[in-house]
């Protein structure tokens, strides 16, 4: 097989310098118009590459088709144009470190800034590889750039040669998956894929069957507002009742910065507002139904304790649900993930599934009726100036992408 390291390469650094960020404030959708630039470029070269149906939806994903030449399901691959609104991504100046010598890699626009094996050991590993990252004032956006250049270069590949099997494929490439919009309610059918995979994992090997469960909640806390000079006995501060639920809720357990693996947690993102009305926002996580119960149970017994403290305060919390853990329903039927993990194999890989901390539009998307397990790409320190990639990772990604397609035929 052709190596696709260059293309990748050429196309991971140009879809990096498009500016393509998600905006979690924006009512909008897609969030923000920018987005659509990178749509608009990838409309014009799936057309170009010969891929059929290419279609931009008005909620802003980009949908295609590669022609099957074998019978077999109907599978779909998706990525996502969007990156995070966590850190600059504005003036993104990705750059090639060709042939990596395993030592620290410093950055052109921030001397203070450095990555090296001791800090991140998987670097280390990567000695000889093409790595690529940005210039120090912006992340790089691999995360999920790669994503979308591996789906390229893998489709250009097949659309150009007739003799590489597969059955009929359907490409995604979603907006918005970093604040949590990136499958539509139409997007199931519109994809018409009979399972599907996203490409945007980490490590070389990773194939993920197991997101976190997650409810959004918002406190809202109503006091009683009255000029200080006339508060006596009537003022009732809705900041110290506020104050008073984060001291109650757990702080040495319970958190995300206490708890690891597969332990859920409770997470207070938001404190806004003044003495007569506060509101706090949380996320809640955990892997089982159980867990993720008991934590909302949790935060609403705290709020209840505060509010029966002073009855003339108005606490109210609303939880909501956000995404569930994939493997409830993976569980049920384990084709999908068995097929990648027999792919891997297929191009030397040894598969690991390691639980993500986190959701994935494949968690939606599963729930939705499309089975969706995850991917690696190769992309690490993701969301951050750090980010980076190696070009040889990917360049598995995308065989891994051909090795799935070529095996679901015979499934
Ligand atoms: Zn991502």
Redesign the pocket.
Known sequence: MTDLTEELIERLVRYCAIDSQSDADSPSSPSTAIQLDMQRLLVDELTAMGAQDVTLTDYGAVLATIPGTAEGPVVGFLA?VDTAPQFNATGVKPRVIRGYNGGAITYPDDPSLSLTPDAFPYLGEKRGHDIVTASGLTLLGA??KA?VAILMSAARRMLADLSIPRPTLRLAFTPD??IGRGVDARLPADLGADFAYTF?GGRVGEIEDETFSADGAVVTIRGVSIHPGYATGKLVNAIHLAARIIETLPQATMTPETTAGREGFIHATDMEGGASEMRLKLIIRDFEREGLEQKGAILRKVCEAVAATEPRASITCEITPQYRNMRYWLEDDMTPVELARESARDIGLEPVSIPIRGG?DGSRLTEMGIPCPNLFTGMQN?HGPLEWISAQDMALAAQLCLAISARAIRS
């Open positions: 996502h995360d999920d994503g998956e970093e945007d994935t993701i």
